[in-house]
């Protein structure tokens, strides 16, 4: 298990290419078990969550190749419908092969994900989705155990805006029989990106991006070669570093349209924001002034986003509350920046963050994916030197962040775990 040393103090400063969107390429992945054949993906991010979405594919009998951030995958001799635990506790996103393997094979085995640091993280709208699609649901033994004859079209309405229960309903209704309308849908862009490629591949789904979503069933699909979106919350997490270390980054190849909400909540904080097309100019302004934030599906402020923006607050020039709205228990990380010098009281859903004008360098342990990177930027500003643990939190979710942070500037290096 590798650590990540920081020094802390350095301005970042220069240019960053973001990679591929993690939570687009995932769904995009699990498609393809929708129809036999070979699919290229491209700019797909080298991740621990992709292996981990490709063991379960090969364990399927599917064929995959994976080099140079292009994904190639044949699904023409699928032979299994598993998802075994082994996978599935490593990687909850596995999930998302149940709507497709339904929707193909007829049959699927998947190994509930059991929650994780931030919450429950429960399913129940995912299976009562499938189940008005016509699948038998049983759950037995830590296992979803689904069937169905013939998956057919219906209105679903999902008591909550689920990211991938709406990805999960809308794979398993593009094969249905007749209509589905599936109501009250997340909104995420990369829900958006999973039904382009399915359009693709030759579904009829419309209304992505609202909160009703057509899906016309189809008879047949076939295979198709994609470019995954830009990852939204890498490019967040860029921003906030320029933001905190009084720095300048011009960020490539990321779609700016995607992070409104955020853009406008760093632009309150102080920072100078220049959006191009593909790219991001942000340079840091300090004293920072300090913004409240509260955390909604999209397109609210992402809750992929409060940690780091939260670090942000932490050496701002005042006080800010930061309401975190969709996990129940996304504050993890607040114990780690309160040894490193932060002042955050939380209440409920609520943190109070006073503005400090230092933080401390501290050993401190990374407890789930985005809070790894708040332990980064809070090492980037401390005075010292930040020892984190457990970076492979961080590994499941960026690629190679902490050289990407060293060519900016950035006093950062990984090493061996100390004995
Ligand atoms: C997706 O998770 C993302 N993961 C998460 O990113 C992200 O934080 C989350 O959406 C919210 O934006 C992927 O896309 C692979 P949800 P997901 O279902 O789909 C509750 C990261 O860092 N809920 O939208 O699992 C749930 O408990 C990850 O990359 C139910 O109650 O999130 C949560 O409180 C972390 N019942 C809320 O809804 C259900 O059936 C939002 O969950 C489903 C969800």
Redesign the pocket.
Known sequence: MDEILINGGNPLNGEVTVSGA??AA??IIAATILVGGRFTFHNVPALK?IESIQEVLLDMGAEVEFHDNIFSIDTGNLSHFEAPYEHVRKM??S??VLGPLLARMKRARVSL?GG?A???????????GLSRLGAEITLAHGYVEASAKKLRGTEIYL?????????NLMMAAVLAEGRTLLHNV?R?P?ITALADVLNLMGADISGVGSSTITINGVKELHPVTATIIPDR?ETGTFMVAAAITNGEILIHECQPAHLKELILKLKKTGADIECRDKSIRIKGNHPINSVDVKTM??PGF???MQAQFMVLMSVANGFSVISEN???NRFIHVSELRRMGADITISGSHAMVRGVSELSGAPVMAT???ASASLILAGMVAKGTTRIKRVYHLD??YDAIEKKFSRLGASIKRVPAQS
């Open positions: 993690k939570n995932l769904p969550d909850r996103a999930i998302l994900p994780c931030i919450g429950a993280r429960p399913i129940e709208q995912h299976l009562n008591d909550l805006p689920t990211v991938t229960g709406t990805e997340a995420e990369e919350i599906p999209y992402p809750t992929d969709v996990f129940e789930d994916l985005r499941r979710g």
